[in-house]
């Protein structure tokens, strides 16, 4: 198939994505560098979303960015290397978007990393003060610096990943575990801000949680050809079910964790 009729496709399935809930949307990705945030920038965009995307390697934000705008036909794909460590920093990138396309109408925040021990004996605190910083300081930054904004959209959503660990926790994996627990709980939090904002007739706005065992991607599976990844959610599976959180009624979704794996 030659270029032109790639993006040709590419942008006839974006127009008739034109009339669907992510149309003319303008959703902020946070940690979009890595195979999860690929997907969800090219899902995002191919249904009509303007993206904006945010990661602390320039260069494979650089790349994701570049991938999105080529999936998807020329969409309004745009990157910026912003700390998220620093609350500033972030305040600062929701206010540059929100100022220059006039909303923000969702976050999806993707920042991740894993430390696990052999047993919990074993577990090393330097691993919780490594995870606490990119699980949850991120996510407190991300919400607070975007909350007021996605609440004053008439569609906004905060979507954290988590993982199933949280709820269920293995010995090997005490930190992970809580780190991810308090960033759902973080979450939780604000879901019942938007809850509030929306008085007796209910939230415009929301904060949900998408919950995975863990998650695989095509060059997992090319390492490990032989592997089953068994309860695994695809990169590509994620994004659709981060652009379908727009789908349903903020009261549907606002306080939910939303399991795309096995309950454990």
Known sequence: MSDRNTRTTAQEAKTM?????????????????????????????????????????????????????????????????VDLLDLESTREWAMHIEKEFGRVDGLVHLVGGWRGSETFIKTSLDDWDFLELLLIRTVQ???????????????????????????????????????????EAWTLAMADFFRKAGGAEGPTSAAAILVVKALVHDAMRAERPNAKFAGFTDVKELA??????????????NGKRLWLTEKP
């Open 17 to 81: 994505a034109g009339n669907g809930a992510l149309s003319g949307a303008v959703i902020a990705v946070a940690g979009a560098g890595g195979p999860a945030g690929r997907a969800a920038l090219i899902r995002l965009a191919e249904a009509g979303a303007t993206v904006v995307a945010a990661d602390n390697d320039p260069e494979r934000l650089a790349e994701a960015v570049d991938a999105a705008r080529y999936a998807s036909g020329g969409a309004t794909v745009t990157g910026e290397p």
């Open 141 to 183: 930054h991300t919400s607070l610096a975007f909350s007021e904004a996605l609440q004053r959209s008439e569609r906004g959503r905060y979507v954290l990943i988590s993982a199933a660990g949280a709820t269920k926790p293995t010995a090997g994996n005490a930190a992970y575990a809580a780190a991810k627990a308090a960033a």
């Open 240 to 253: 659709e079910a981060i652009a379908d959180v727009w789908n349903k009624p903020a009261a549907e979704v």
